[in-house]
């Protein structure tokens, strides 16, 4: 199995950055698409963005493509998302999430989840 460990998240203000990490324990890393997800107060969790295993491919939410970047290094069993020109709207527990197939990330089944990091945008 894997662990899945986020870190970065914050409170900033409307147009500012924020770099999310999640760190994954498990030698079985490379082998998993990787995913961030967020869940608003009172909203039920969505798809943010993927990437596939080799870093070839990502994935994104209309809403934040321009804003977010996904990245992976494997070496260091490490899923990044870059997030610039934040907004309130943005304000979020995100979640990292991990399974062997693209389609489990898509639609949220994805098998390991991380405990989530809380982001902040203030207006």
């Known amino acids: 199995q894997v662990q899945l460990v986020e870190s970065g998240g914050g409170l900033v203000q409307a147009g500012d950055s924020l770099r999310l990490s999640c760190a994954a324990a498990?030698?079985?890393?490379?082998?998993?698409?990787m995913g961030w997800f967020r869940q608003a107060p009172g909203k039920e969790r969505e798809f943010v963005a993927a990437?596939?295993?080799?870093?070839?491919?990502?994935y994104y939410l209309d809403s934040v493509k321009g804003r977010f970047t996904i990245s992976r290094d494997n070496a260091k069993n490490t899923v990044y998302l870059q997030m610039n020109s934040l907004k309130p709207e943005d304000t979020a527990i995100y979640y990292c999430?991990?399974?062997?197939?693209?389609?489990?990330?898509?639609?949220?089944?994805?098998?390991?989840w991380g405990q989530g990091t809380q982001v902040t945008v203030s207006s």
């Open positions: 990437i596939d295993w080799s870093g070839s491919s990502t």
């Open positions: 999430a991990a399974d062997s197939r693209l389609a489990y990330i898509r639609a949220g089944k994805g098998t390991y």
């Open positions: 498990g030698r079985t890393f490379r082998s998993y698409v």
